[in-house]
């Protein structure tokens, strides 16, 4: 149980172009999730959080404007890269928890690897 | 602030040796600690927990950790490393309130040779 998938796994746009990363938990309900960036060989690095129904908390330095986020139900939050640039270029990685296991871990997804030329 | 340190970037051991990666961590109150793996082009996917009770906990693919209150740690073990183990390991903490996220140490890469 508690599987969170997350599509595409791997992406490549040109630079202006916008690009939308889904993140659907499957056999549970979140009505919190969060996006993390990978650079390589780095740690993970908490982008913004995702509340259901309302608008996301993104961490200090995230342009939200860039990084758009909506979650609209409670098993879907979607990332939107706007106006994609090569230096946005990352391994992109959602999670979730169940919504009423505070104790519960995250549970990830497979990622996205984002390729801006 | 939460934070997390793993001192190590990288964990060298032979095939049936104990192996530990290290982790200490800096949190207001009490933490909840978690160990992930994560392979190449992966997600991660979730090794254990400490929330509390035990200080040694047991979790997946053979694995243990145990928390260290005074020493603010929680190292990961395993008494018998397999080639299969080698991936990239992070410690990850989080305070007790709903809703906060994980903050992940830097990560150690275990390469595990035959």
């Known amino acids: 149980g508690a599987v969170v998938s997350q599509h595409p796994s791997r992406v490549i746009c040109k630079s202006g172009t916008s690009v939308k990363i889904e993140c659907r938990s499957l056999d549970f309900q979140a009505t919190t999730m969060f996006w993390y960036r990978q650079f390589p060989k780095q740690s993970l690095m908490l982008m913004a959080t995702s509340n259901e129904g309302s608008k996301a908390t993104y961490e200090q330095g995230v342009e939200k404007d860039k990084f758009l986020i909506n979650h609209a139900s409670l098993t879907l939050s979607t990332l939107t890269v706007t106006s994609a640039h090569p230096e946005d270029s990352s391994f992109y990685i959602c999670?979730?928890?169940?919504?009423?296991?505070?104790?519960?871990?995250?549970?990830f997804g497979n990622g996205t690897r984002l390729t801006v030329t | 602030a939460q934070s997390v340190a793993q001192p190590e970037d990288q964990v060298n051991v032979a095939e049936g040796n104990p192996l530990t990666v290290k982790c200490t961590y800096s949190v207001s109150g009490n933490p909840y600690l978690f160990w992930y793996v994560q392979y190449p082009n992966r997600g991660l996917q979730f090794l254990l927990k400490?929330?509390?009770?035990?200080?040694l906990v047991k979790g997946s693919y053979g694995f243990e950790a145990e928390f260290n209150k005074s020493q603010t740690s929680f190292h990961l073990k395993k008494p018998s490393a397999l080639v299969s183990d080698s991936a990239l390991y992070f410690c990850a903490v989080r305070e007790i309130q709903a809703g906060t996220a994980l903050i992940f140490g830097k990560g150690t890469t275990l390469s595990v040779s035959s």
């Open positions: 400490y929330i509390t009770g035990d200080n």
């Open positions: 999670s979730a928890r169940v919504s009423d296991g505070q104790n519960s871990p995250l549970h």
